[in-house]
């Protein structure tokens, strides 16, 4: 992949950069050369003049050229691009592993091991599609998601270092100055105010259909687990040893979500940020995917624009719930969800002095007799073989892998891969509310035709019912 955009490109993103254009936030970036700095194409400072500017296809593409971020659009704020993906499957579970931080505690040999590939193989694919290192790429997101960290929060210095993934303060100061050409305090010198407590943003590229998202995690609600109220969704979470609690609210205008995160400690702060992306769907080319399937499926079917895929927290979770809601109705997975959490989740602490509740993790599963659930003991069986999977295995998030445990068919390992895993291109054959749904339609979408976004397909299907 060149370091610059082909020329054919480069004339849209004239247009798109010259109007601000939202839905372009993040697909691509905006290199000044009379400046230095790379900007988001929604920078609202005086725009350059086109003969000074180059088109990057990431920021980490801008940064090798010689490009600073701009302290004023931010960069790192920047919806995630899916355009330079890709289409290797091995490709793109490697760019989501490496978000989600695992180059900040293990090596690029075991990530490829992981993988089932060799680290050669691994570092070629990164240079093909990215021109980079699967490490330099690791660090630049650390590096960016620390400078965001610095505009967004009252954490000191040292807390961002490691909550980024550093092991030091001086290795820290390092990267950022290599990576950035700038030092955490020319960033901290460039706000008027400090955030108070942990405030962060979650930017998308419009349309984003907020209400449905809501409506859809509000019928869903687990006292307790979650809760929402004017418009608020909140939240209990768990990673390795971080437990805390979120409260997420859409900020229209802006195009993103405010996020206020409360948490025991900060070592996981990028990893949590990774999965409240995924958990609410940000980083979605939203645009691309409507153009598509509103051509196959917009005669038939009342198509309704920036429908996302609502995410679950865990893997784990998502397996117990898609266990759970087994041949039931959703009211009645919801119940058993509810008792479940009521029962084995751990309490913590929230705002108010209250109490809420965090999802059971498989060792808690392990050592209880499930008696409490008013359902045949062959499902309480698979939910305890899953929550055993889970401790003896080196990967059990390899969602195919569960195919072999009893009770684990191809409905739930597909529920699991549209919710937790994020696959784009689900389709839940055998749902009864989507055959309920075709059915009220009157007639079946093309499949073949429909990926690879049948993930999204299934969202429009079910709200259709």
């Known amino acids: 992949m060149s370091a610059v955009i082909d020329k054919v490109k480069t004339r849209s993103y004239f247009q798109a950069r010259k109007a601000r254009d939202a839905r372009f936030d993040g697909v691509f970036f905006v290199a000044v050369k009379s400046t230095g700095i790379y900007c988001r194409p929604i920078c609202p400072a005086t725009s350059p ?18 490009f600073r971020p701009c302290l004023r659009c931010r960069p790192d704020s920047a919806p995630h691009s899916c355009a330079w993906l890709g289409s290797e499957t091995t490709f793109q579970r490697a760019l989501g592993l490496i978000q989600q931080g695992v180059l900040s505690d293990q090596s690029v040999e075991l990530l490829a091991q992981r993988l089932g590939i060799s680290d050669r193989y691994l570092r070629e694919l990164f240079q093909r599609n990215l021109g980079t290192s699967p490490k330099k790429f690791a660090i630049y997101q650390q590096c960016l998601f620390a400078k965001q960290l610095l505009h967004q929060s009252s954490l000191s210095v040292s807390e961002i270092a490691f909550a980024s993934g550093f092991n030091s303060v001086r290795r820290f100061n390092e990267a950022m100055l290599e990576q950035l050409k700038l030092t955490p305090r020319d960033i901290r010198k460039s706000e008027d105010s400090q955030f108070a407590g942990l405030k962060l943003k979650l930017s998308y590229r419009p349309p984003y259909d ?139 602490s929230v705002s108010g002095n209250s109490v809420a509740k965090l999802f059971p993790m498989p060792e808690v599963v392990i050592g209880h007799s499930l008696d409490f659930f008013k359902m045949p003991q062959a499902r309480k069986d698979t939910v305890r073989r899953l929550a055993q999977h889970f401790l003896e295995h080196e990967d059990p998030e390899n969602i195919d892998a569960w195919l072999g445990l009893k009770g684990i068919g191809p409905w739930t390992a597909n529920y699991v891969k549209l919710r937790a895993s994020k696959d784009p291109d689900i389709w839940l054959a055998g749902d009864a509310g989507l055959k309920n749904a075709i059915k009220a339609i009157g007639r079946e979408p093309d499949l073949a035709a429909t990926s690879p976004w049948r993930s999204y397909l299934t969202m429009q299907i079910w709200n259709q019912l």
């Open 210 to 348: 907020w209400s449905h998202m809501f409506s859809f995690l509000e019928r869903r609600v687990i006292p307790s687990l979650e809760w929402c109220d004017d418009g608020r969704y909140s939240r209990t979470i768990q990673y390795r040893q971080t437990k805390g609690y979120f409260t997420i609210q859409a900020n229209l205008e802006q195009h993103c979500f405010d996020l206020d995160l409360h948490l025991n400690g900060h070592q996981n702060l990028k990893q949590i940020s990774a999965k409240l992306r995924g958990l609410f769907d940000v980083d979605a080319p939203i645009a691309q995917i409507d153009e598509h399937l509103r051509c196959e499926v917009g005669d038939f079917i009342d198509y309704q624009s920036g429908l996302r895929v609502p995410g679950i927290w865990g893997t784990f979770e998502a397996g117990i719930r898609a266990i759970l809601g087994q041949q039931v109705s959703v009211a009645a997975a919801r119940n058993l969800v509810i008792a479940f959490v009521e029962e084995l989740g751990e309490p913590i």
């Open 49 to 66: 003049l086109e003969k000074n500017v180059e088109y990057h296809e990431t920021a980490i593409s801008a940064a090798q050229s010689g």
